[in-house]
T-cell receptor
Framework: DAGVIQSPRHEVTEMGQEVTLRCKPI?????LFWYRQTMMRGLELLIY????????DSGMPEDRFSAKMPNASFSTLKIQPSEPRDSAVYFC??????????FGPGTRLTVT | GESVGLHLPTLSVQEGDNSIINCAYS??????FIWYKQESGKGPQFIID?????DKRQGQRVTVLLNKTVKHLSLQIAATQPGDSAVYFC???????????FGQGTRLTINP
């Protein structure tokens, strides 16, 4: 298995632009998680899905952030409009039955 | 709010020695704990987990100890190797909801 796949690996954008991060979970996994990692706040859970349904989005910082999972093999995290404080590394992770989460390589987002 | 924390932000050990990384947690309802390893530029990698009904679990060169009385978790790495250099995170599963709360991380460096 190729593991969790994320794209792009790096994204540089200007403040106010829309940013879309993509994730392909490991085949057969029924949970998908989006995390954000910064030096100041560490690794934070933003939202997670079970069987493509959002279960808990309490970690989503504000309405500028949205996430979707249209099918079992694809998820997106969108930021619109982006702000400099959104700069971070965003990780997607997947798991079977919710435990032993496997993380992707991350997307490093820089908003100027 | 309740959180997972680490006693030391950095740990330096001699190659071949044993490493012990500590973690304190405050949520008495947590029943599942995980250790992750994160190398530079990569996503966190699962190392070992333990459930609250256990006090010790061993893997390959790693042992996790759980002391629920004092809410303390530790990761022991035997015969530390250069490849063990990374940041190590403990995480707790809040009330079995698949919501992992990560500690700040401990950077482990290996001296030759």
């Amino acid at each position: 298995d190729a593991g969790v796949i994320q794209s792009p690996r790096h994204e540089v954008t200007e403040m106010g632009q829309e940013v879309t991060l993509r994730c392909k979970p490991i085949s057969g996994h029924d949970y998908l998680f989006w995390y954000r990692q910064t030096m100041m706040r560490g690794l934070e859970l933003l939202i997670y899905f079970n069987n493509n349904v959002p279960i808990d989005d309490s970690g989503m910082p504000e309405d500028r952030f949205s996430a979707k999972m249209p099918n079992a093999s694809f998820s997106t995290l969108k930021i619109q409009p982006s702000e400099p404080r959104d700069s971070a590394v965003y990780f997607c992770a997947s798991s079977f039955a919710g435990y032993e989460q496997y993380f992707g390589p991350g997307t490093r987002l820089t908003v100027t | 709010g309740e959180s997972v924390g680490l006693h030391l932000p950095t740990l330096s050990v001699q190659e071949g020695d044993n490493s012990i990384i500590n973690c304190a947690y405050s949520n008495s309802a947590s029943d599942y704990f995980i250790w992750y390893k994160q190398e530079s530029g990569k996503g966190p990698q699962f190392i070992i987990d333990i459930r609250s009904n256990m006090d010790k679990r061993q893997g390959q060169r790693v042992t996790v100890l759980l002391n629920k009385t004092v809410k303390h978790l530790s990761l022991q790495i035997a015969a530390t190797q250069p490849g063990d250099s990374a940041v190590y995170f403990c995480a707790e599963d809040i009330q079995g909801a698949q919501k992992l709360v990560f500690g700040q991380g401990t950077r482990l460096t290996i001296n030759p």
